[in-house]
């Protein structure tokens, strides 16, 4: 207001033209009228642009180039704001939106350029530049990957290893950054880099388990095994790491891993076993890289519990009738009796359906990538027979019967410390609605699906 005042000779001057709005100054213009008491006309808004046969200046073209880079109709463009210079700062920070707001150099009370603005402006300026420079500098790296850096979420941990995963891919462009901007004073130490590469591959198996038993269709048994042999792997070679802080976590996560997992889950190994392109070939090729010493005795150990398990299932005929799929499977018109002396033949020569299907050759991983395990048990049912019954059981169990979200988020649990009170009604409707959202199928009791056949064939007799 000063500034205005000063410069308004109101023995010579009959009027004032603002460039600026009175929707936006109204009050402002108001109180510059009541001062300078000669009227006072706002006209804008207007971008004054001089041509290039009056003015020594070269245009800068950089915000067109800039515009050229988002989207229609999401940048805010200003060119007026005279008087209220400071609350439009504010408001252009609270809109969070891209914005380009033309000032006059002196405008500004108390500063020459826009140094007098408020600090959350300046800090939002800032950022934005730094942004560009930033792609700037993928485009100059050649960096072709597709996505942003994205910030850590404390209640989310596997937001670490995505954000990790985009910062190593964007390493060397944050590099040429720090380069050609001073203040730019972030950019990690080569040994935070490496230690980033470090628990991005120890988190990998876990974000990668987590991807596994997260969907609404359950993943079959055969694929934890790997996942669980990764992690002990990463923390057995980091054990006695160079870098102090990879040691001490470590220290403290090999403990928990020992008490749940030193030794591996006998099921998840068996279920492991069962992957036609695995079987005792990959148990082996895991145990000898973590100890060839006692490899054997962890072989021979789970070849034991297999027989074991197999052998009961051997003396379940129930069970057995009840898995496989005899019924459903015919041979072509005219080899029924080719079938069965071949039937004949195989089991005579005292092999069991597990040593049968232990002495095949593993299939082809790279043939075989997306092999769906639990078809091919059902298709080779008439083959392994009991065995058959026994590997769908296996493969089956689920790694957890919590859900997902909260064995690996914090955030979004249906019980917390701010709804520990719940009633248990309120908690089944939760459960209930979330199972509805995710598209859960409904499971089927066989049992009340028999009584309810048998309603039916009572009814029809009567």
Known sequence: MELYRNSVDKRTASTVIINTSSCLESSSLSFLQQQLEIPVYPIGPLHM???????????????????????????????LGSLEVMETALGLVASNQHFLWVIRPGSI????????LPEEFSKT????????????????????????LLLDVSTRWNSTHLMLSRAIIYKEAL?????????????????????????????????????????????????????????????????????DVICEMVKEMKEKFDKYWEDYSDVLALAAVFDPRLKFTYIEYCFNTLDASTSKARVDHLRKKLKKLFDVYKKNPTKTAAGSSKSNTTVG???D???????????????????????EPVLDMIAFKSLDILKYWKDNANRFQELSSMACDILSIPITIVAAESSFSIGSR??????????????????????????FEEIVDPFEEGKEGQGEGEGEGV
């Open 49 to 79: 642009v001089a041509s290039a046969t009056t003015s020594l200046l070269e245009e800068n073209n950089s915000c067109i180039e800039w515009l050229n880079k988002h989207k229609v109709n999401s940048v805010i463009y200003i060119s």
């Open 109 to 116: 009370h108390g500063s020459e350029w826009t140094e007098s």
């Open 414 to 439: 249906v019980l917390s410390k701010y709804r520990s009170s719940l009633l248990p009604s309120n908690v089944q409707a939760l459960i209930c609605a979330r199972n509805w959202l995710r598209g």
């Open 333 to 335: 018109a005219g080899y």
């Open 175 to 243: 590099r040429h950054l720090a380069e050609i901007d001073t203040s730019y004073q972030s950019f990690p130490s080569d040994v935070e880099w490496t230690r980033a590469e470090l628990i991005y591959e120890l988190l990998t198996p876990f974000a990668e388990m987590t991807n596994l038993i997260s969907g609404s269709s359950y993943p079959t048994a055969n694929l934890y095994f790997n996942q669980v042999w990764k992690i002990e792997t990463w923390l057995k070679a980091q054990e006695y790491s160079y870098d």
């Open 337 to 359: 009796g080719f079938y069965a002396y071949i039937s004949q033949t195989i089991g005579a020569n005292g092999k069991s359906a597990l040593d049968k299907y232990l002495d």
């Open 125 to 148: 300026v800032s950022n934005e530049t730094r942004q560009q420079s930033f792609q700037t500098c993928v485009e100059t790296m050649g960096i072709e990957a597709k996505g942003d």
